[in-house]
């Protein structure tokens, strides 16, 4: 579906950040992030308990489905979180935001940059109409990274987790 859309796979820079697709060699850190107990507080996923959970995570990645990049601090190439589009409609103008961060790094404005980097793409070279965000309703720091970028607050009810609220930048 993604690749009627790109051709190959969108790798974008900002003044920190190196935005790239993820490779099985970031096996570690997929790991440190997907096993975090304050990571994933907030987040409706089956945890990685051992270092194959996160390859097979990594495998599993469809490309052709989701854009899925690593987060990676320019000057040294370590990637320290990760952020995605994934669940596109048919038409391709309507998609999903997910973003995660390892707690050392939270709290410098980079998961800030990545958005920003993240959503000009989607809008201008995508053509996205509207981005939805499933946060959890006591996340405050997801919810204030949706606010800054302008995502309102939608009444959509998640029914298989009712304690989501739905985020909606529309264009
Ligand atoms: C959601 C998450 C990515 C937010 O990370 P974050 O680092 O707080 O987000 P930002 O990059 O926007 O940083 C904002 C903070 O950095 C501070 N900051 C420092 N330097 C900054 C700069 N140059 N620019 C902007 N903000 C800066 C801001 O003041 C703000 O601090 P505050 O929270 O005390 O007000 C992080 O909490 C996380 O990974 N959570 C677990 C995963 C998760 O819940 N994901 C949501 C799925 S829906």
Not at 122 to 134: E, P, R, Y
Request: contains cysteine; negative net charge.
């Amino acid at each position: 579906m993604l690749n009627r859309a790109l051709s190959t796979f969108p790798t974008l820079t900002t003044e920190r950040l190196t935005l790239r697709q993820l490779l099985e060699s970031d096996v570690q850190e997929i790991f440190l992030l997907r096993s975090d107990t304050i990571i994933n507080k907030f987040l409706d996923r089956k945890p990685s308990e051992t270092l194959e959970d996160a390859l097979n995570f990594i495998r599993n990645i469809k490309n052709n489905e989701l854009l899925y990049w690593a987060i990676a601090q320019t000057h040294n190439g370590k990637l320290i979180g990760t952020i995605c589009l994934f669940d596109f409609s048919g038409e391709l103008n309507k998609c999903e935001i997910g973003y995660e961060l390892l707690t050392g790094y939270q709290g410098q404005g980079i998961m800030s940059e990545a958005t920003r980097k993240i959503i000009e793409f989607a809008v201008h070279t995508l053509g996205l109409k509207t981005i939805d965000a499933f946060t959890h309703c006591d996340n405050q720091s997801s919810t204030k990274l949706l606010q800054k970028f302008n995502f309102e607050k939608t009444e959509i009810v998640d029914e298989t987790n009712p304690n989501l609220i739905v985020f909606r930048l529309s264009n």
